[in-house]
């Protein structure tokens, strides 16, 4: 079965725009999530940010994930008493810039 130039110019178009529309949707639906919480404190000068999982979203537990220097995340208990410490401590970082 032969194409013309057109259509399989086409045909060749539709292809790579649909393998970028699925590629694009699966990264969308692949989160990293913590499945269990870090045993250590960590240190507050190595922690360089925080964002939060929240159980009812995409994800099981309810989270704080450090940010650390290293460029590393780390789980941790968002009931423990080091974890709020740290968390008040970082937010009122980020309201003195």
Known sequence: M??????????????????????????????????????????TRFIMGFTQQLADEACDINAVIFHTKKRLSVCADPKKSWVKRTVRILSQRVKKM
């Open 2 to 43: 032969r194409c013309s130039s057109k259509s399989c110019v086409l045909a060749a178009l539709m292809s790579v725009l649909l393998l970028y529309l699925c590629s694009k949707s699966e990264a969308a639906s692949n989160f990293d999530c913590c499945l269990r919480y870090t045993e250590h404190v960590l240190p």
